[in-house]
């Protein structure tokens, strides 16, 4: 099993064995080094805690005392973002561990997390899939929200009522997304299909098992 932090570098396509193009999204994953090993016995559960792009050291001055002394104490430089993965038990796991693309396969399934793209506030039809009105013949109801309230029984607006609101900039997860190819050299992933949120996000690459 593997689990680490990368960024999205962008889209583009490879072709496969038999010559037909294959959209792919190219993903820098890691170099993540391991900053703290959590276990049961002393956390309540395993854990690894995973840091990805080590901070400058102007912006190091801007971190809080706690996290700088995080690092310090484990002799490793500061960490632009930090995120655990749940392990095994018997995971084999050091502090200051360097972890790689190498983990990684082609033809392993993946499950991808990030933040998708925002995209505003946006109306019924947008945001949750309405047909809408009539277009022609004198209809004044063409792309707005509708009647949303109940007659005098029971009287009010139901809970969850699928209203205009914004859209997008919520945490996603795309599972089963297949590695088309690897280049431990570049750190670089190919992953077949699109990821959650656009170039520079911040993605959570979990391993699930191999195809």
């Known amino acids: 099993m593997a689990d680490l932090i990368g960024k999205k570098i962008g889209m583009t396509q490879v072709f496969d064995e038999k010559g037909d193009a294959v959209s792919v999204t190219v ?4 170099p993540c080094v391991v900053v703290q090993r959590k276990t049961k016995t002393k956390d309540g559960y395993d854990a690894v805690q995973l840091g990805f792009e080590e901070l400058q050291e102007s912006k190091v ?5 706690p996290l700088v002394n995080h690092f310090k104490s484990k002799n490793l430089k500061p960490q632009r973002f930090l995120k655990e993965f749940r392990v095994a038990q018997d995971a084999a796991y050091e502090v200051g561990q360097l972890l790689t693309a190498e983990l990684f ?11 998708s793209k925002g995209k505003g506030f946006a109306g019924v039809i947008k945001r949750h899939g309405k047909a809408g009105g009539p277009a022609t ?7 707005s929200t509708g009647s949303i309230g ?10 969850n009522m699928k209203l205009p609101g914004h859209l997008g ?3 996603v997860t795309v599972k089963k997304l297949k590695i088309v ?8 992933i190919f992953i077949g299909g699109a990821v959650p949120g656009g170039v520079n996000n911040l993605l959570s690459i979990c391993s699930e098992k191999t195809a």
């Open 27 to 30: 993903v820098q994953v890691g």
């Open 61 to 65: 001055k801007k971190c809080s005392k």
């Open 105 to 115: 396969k082609a033809g392993e399934i993946v499950n991808v997390t990030g933040v």
């Open 137 to 143: 013949h004198g209809s004044r109801f063409h792309r």
């Open 150 to 159: 109940q007659r005098t029984s029971p009287g009010e607006v139901f809970k």
């Open 169 to 171: 900039s919520e945490r």
């Open 181 to 188: 190819e690897v280049r431990p050299q570049d750190n670089l």
